[in-house]
């Protein structure tokens, strides 16, 4: 075999290693924001109010966020391709009971397998980037995987809430349990931890053999007593946190009771607002590593994501285009907080990749973990002492100063 066949080859196997994962990544995102569009159907089928409708919601993000740091560790020492494809069959399992839930607990149940299940994809990805890639393209290979993952959940705001209004929403996760156990059995065939279990070189002049067991305390301990690595974990409690929540839930459900709008308006807000995330991570990866710094990109975008709220907690009353149009500039800057992972990575050793990225990680989870149920609260508190109309003024409140709190937090991050 030629050296340029073997290049050839070598770059085709990686092509299919990182979209099979990054199909799954894509997946997760949409396991993850579909709540958002079926918000009314949920509530209605299960008798539940806006507390319980977040929670419910959140659940995911609960168990995701507890198992951030087990997931780092096991992609450092188990692998992706092992926990990607055990992660896929019980995301399976959960779609598919909380499609057939008769309850709203059987429901959380579900969520919570879900949320089990897809808690693997995003540490997945970055570990099969860091190995697989040079790693002067890693940011740029995280504004890919952000931007096809906000695609997804593009697919999971308005597309999917026309699809409710042809069929149920029941039918909808039914079909996603599918595609995760057909994702599954794709990863543990085609997918390999690293290019060496396939015959091919390492892409790393010095490419770390994955952590041994043993060791994985000693290196846990490490990235958690490195005070570079939390700077970014804060980042993403306050701007990744208020994104999710919103996005994954409560926009929809603000424009309509706010504004005024349709169901399927409002959701194609939330649409735009996604497709400005996904093509601000394409942009903001890519500049970040052509420019070759992180901090003063990530400044930028946070701060204008917190001023970002300002028209909404006003009640600007703009046409429907400008709104529209508001959203996706809302989404272009959201993703400066994407690269916390990327500092997270080059602010300890190399072969602690997986275990970096998932403590940063952690803090987005932690966030709209928190928020999502938080605002449900607010909500029912307002309609209960008959002041509706200002329990979302308070709501916004709490997101926009997360925002402003995540934003603040970037003027701690470091890089070297």
Request: charged share 10%; net charge positive; proline share 5%.
């Amino acid at each position: 075999m030629t050296s340029a066949t073997g290049t050839a080859r070598f770059q085709r196997v990686r092509r299919i290693v990182f979209g099979i994962v990054l199909a799954s990544f894509v997946l997760s995102f949409i396991h993850r924001t579909a709540p958002a569009a079926i918000a009314a159907e949920l509530t209605r089928a299960f008798a539940i109010n806006a507390a319980t409708l977040g929670t419910l919601a959140a659940t995911y993000f609960y168990v995701y966020m507890l198992l951030q740091i087990p997931v780092g560790v096991l992609a450092d020492t188990l692998g992706p391709r092992r926990i990607l494809s055990a992660g896929s069959l019980i995301a399976g399992a959960g779609s598919l009971a909380f499609a057939l839930a008769p309850t709203w607990e059987v429901a959380a149940a579900g969520r919570t397998l879900v949320g089990i299940g897809v808690s693997v994809a995003f540490i997945a990805i970055l570990k099969i980037s860091a190995v697989w890639f040079p790693a002067n393209r890693f940011a740029t290979l995280n504004g890919v995987t952000m931007f096809a993952g906000n695609a997804g959940a593009v697919i999971a705001g308005a597309p999917l809430a026309w699809v409710v209004t042809q069929t149920s929403w029941r039918g909808v996760f039914i079909g996603l349990a599918v595609l995760s156990l057909a994702l599954g059995v794709a990863t543990w065939l085609r997918v390999r931890d690293r290019p060496q279990d396939l015959g091919f070189p390492a892409v790393h002049a010095h490419a770390p053999t994955p952590t041994i067991a043993v060791h994985w305390r000693q290196a846990l301990r490490q990235v958690l007593a490195n005070p570079a690595t939390w700077p970014g974990f804060f980042v993403n409690v306050g701007i990744g946190g208020s994104y999710l929540a919103f996005a994954g839930l409560w926009a929809v459900p603000f424009l309509v009771d706010v504004y005024g709008m349709s169901r399927v308006i409002a959701a194609e807000h939330a649409s735009l607002l996604l497709l400005g995330v996904a093509f601000g991570s394409l942009a903001i990866g890519a500049l970040s590593d052509r420019l070759g710094s992180r901090r003063g990109l990530m400044r930028a975008c946070t701060l204008l994501y917190a001023l970002s709220w300002l028209p909404w907690l006003l009640h600007v009353q703009w046409p429907l285009p400008v709104t529209l149009a508001w959203a996706l500039l809302t989404g272009l800057v959201i993703p400066g907080f994407t690269l916390s992972w990327t500092v997270a990575k080059e602010v300890n050793r190399p072969e602690h990749s997986g275990m970096a990225t998932s403590v940063v990680n952690l803090g987005i989870f932690l966030g709209a973990g928190i928020l999502q149920p938080l605002v449900g609260w607010i909500l029912d508190r307002g309609r209960t002492l008959g002041d509706a109309a200002h329990a979302w003024d308070h709501a916004l409140l709490l997101l926009a100063g997360s925002a402003a709190i995540g934003a603040a937090a970037t003027w701690l991050v470091r890089e070297r």
